[in-house]
């Protein structure tokens, strides 16, 4: 065979899937708050086309991505609660093998698949990775961005009688359990197929025993997480569940209450046997601060969430809507989150959002003073909802003002009340509001704009409020934060917790401590060297996904929004200077494409942007188009370092067409596709990419990788 024709195959997994169907607003398929399509369907938010077929049709991604498309190449892209449950539809359609079609055996195979892939590949590579960060970030660098973060955490769990040890659950980067108060953190579902984590908790007085509720399946420990065995009994195991929330009855620690979107389960043997007592999607529960026999919780039905109380330590449960938020016809209040205090036992308080008196957003904070049996609204205005005002603030809003409507607030939303003073609260959303007359009035405590309020500062996008020992814990999308004096001020309290979702990443070619992500939530993290207090500084803001680095200037670095020369110092920001193109961006793996640098030329530089390949040879100041491709998008770019005009890229026609890998040996003047036959991977997942790299020892080898098949190496 003609070495000339010879193109060297490897299908090798990629952390992407199949998804049948999608995710409530905010969070991936396996943990969310309202996992069960709880979102919003009021038509005035929903003119556009592509909305209300998103929320139509979430299964079918590729006919919402070409209709999202067609919209914006017309109209300015705004950021709203739609654009982002449709990039979050993405990230979890990419990310996390999931499949609610799938039987629970099938899932459990592929949790095996992937938990025996990843101790053999340990085994073979023993000792050979280590985390080097980001662990902690440097606030007051000059060059930090405006919503600095590291870690995307969604709970935190505290050890009845001995909180110092704490579990955080994360939603890409597993449980972590801190014995020291969160000063320092420790991985420990490292051998489990779990990617996110919400439902965990600690046996009181016993922080060797652990329970976690995660991806259809049931844990426990009782060696402090080194190894695991999974429980709970016949029921369980025969239903596809997202866990919600754990609780351990302190008194009797063996009963543990599990709350699920297919029900409210009960064990009453230490988590080995599970039993249903409450079906539907519960979204919440608490239990009474004194009455272990007392259990709170929130269910969502239909347009609305309901409060039920059971009396006889979760066997039934009673329904109280008395004073409780009430949509009308063509309203929703879709979730609700309660908070109880040792300060006033019998107090329940409930922070409800939705749509409801023509307008979105906060309906209002409730207080119960006899265990939710009679309601009262505390905040904020006349009436559920309405359109927000001064006088009428919306505190799930972007804007500290609480003047408009709208938010995040069927992603992001929390309550906590202090536990010495029942009229103390703080909410969560995007920003932290706080209260201290019991809800009636609440004033923007923290905006989630760092230097607009640095002292209380606390990453946006809040999922979980504790008071614990006279101290309040916060877990956002950009880690722990936490107060000792009464919320006046806040500290971060990740360090060491590894849980940086990267879009994107590069690490310097000859200063390989130089190192570049664009990340989801926390904006681009930049590590030059020691230039920053704890190696690592949150730069921009939001989520990005571009992270390049020159391969001939270290100094030189690429990021979501322009080229950045680094100074060296951190007191002083790096220079930018636009980029008049900017490679394809997605957080759907395997649609971005990569700044592809000429070997012989550090200046000059391939990108694709939309169906087009560009071409600078001055660093990105001017741009040539070298080929158009068509409509769709070019992604992955191989330059060959050792034969000059040799380039491989994929091309992707669609979202659902199948994807080209496309070879030139002119510098991108003609191709020739040399895709790999669909017999040697036997796949018809067409929307699934391809990723590509040149093998070192010939430019005419090339390696090509996609999902969910594993072959061995194969001559075309």
Known sequence: MNKGKILIITI?????????????????????????????????DMKPNWVSYMYANQSDVAGITNKYEEFYSNNELIKNQHTQFYKRLLRAHSRIPYDKTKSKVELQNIDNQFLKRRLESAAKTPNQWSAIGPEDIDLDAEVSGSTPGTAHVYSLHFCAGLEQHILAGTASAGLWKSSNSGISWDLISADLPVISAKAAAYKPMNPSVIYL???????????????????????????????????????????????????????????????????GNII?????????????????????????????????????????????????????????????????????????????????????????????????????????????????????????????????????????????????????????????????????????????????DIHDIKYVNGAVWIASDGGIFRSTDNATTFHKRMNGLHGTDFRGFDVG??????????????????????????????TRSGDNSRAFINRGENDVIYDHTSMRLLTGNRMESPQNIGLSRKPNASFTIGESSEIAFDAFNYSKFYLGQNGALYRTANNGVTFEQVHNFGSGKVTSIEVSASLPGLIYLVYYPSYSAPKKIMRSFDHGESWTEVTVPTALYGNDDSWVAWDITIGSNSPYNIWAARTPQVTNNVDL
């Not at 396996?30 to 038509?43: Q, R």
């Not at 409210?264 to 080995?272: A, H, L, N, Q």
């Open 12 to 44: 090798a997994m990629l952390v992407t899937s199949s998804i049948g169907n999608s995710q409530q607003c905010g969070t991936p398929l396996l943990n969310t708050e309202v996992a069960e399509g709880n979102i919003g369907t009021d038509k005035e």
């Open 213 to 279: 509720a995660a991806k259809n399946t049931f844990y426990k420990t009782i060696n402090g997480g080194i190894t695991w065995i999974e429980t709970g009994g016949v029921e369980l195991e025969n239903t596809n569940y997202v866990g919600r929330e754990l609780l351990v009855n302190p008194s009797l620690s063996h009963v543990v209450f599990l709350a699920t979107n297919k029900g409210f389960y009960k064990s009453v043997d230490g988590g080995e046997n599970f039993t249903s007592n409450l079906s």
């Open 284 to 460: 919440d529960i608490e239990r009474h601060p004194t009455n272990v026999n007392i259990i709170y919780l929130v269910r969502a039905v239909g347009n609305k969430t309901e409060f039920h109380k059971s009396e006889d330590g979760g066997v039934t449960f009673t329904l109280y809507d008395e004073g409780y938020p009430q949509p009308g016809t063509f309203e929703e209040q879709k979730r609700t989150v309660i908070a109880v205090t040792a300060a006033e036992p019998d107090a329940v308080y409930a922070l409800a959002v939705g749509k409801i008196n023509g307008s979105d957003g906060l309906v209002g904070i409730y207080k119960s003073s006899d265990q939710g049996q009679n309601w009262e609204r505390r905040c904020c205005g006349d009436s559920d909802g309405g359109n927000a005002s001064l006088n009428n603030p919306n505190i799930m809003e972007w804007d500290c003002s609480g003047t408009s409507n709208g938010g995040q607030y069927y992603y992001d939303l929390a309550l906590g009340v202090s536990q010495q003073n029942a009229s103390e609260l703080l909410t969560g959303g995007i920003n932290l509001w706080k209260s201290v007359d019991g809800g009636s009035t609440v004033q923007c405590h923290s905006n989630y704009i760092y230097r607009q309020t640095p002292d209380t500062y606390v990453h946006a």
């Open 509 to 538: 070619f000859y200063d390989q401590d130089i190192m570049l992500g664009g990340t989801y939530h926390n904006g681009t993290m930049l590590k030059e060297g020691n230039t920053y207090e704890t190696g690592w500084v949150s």
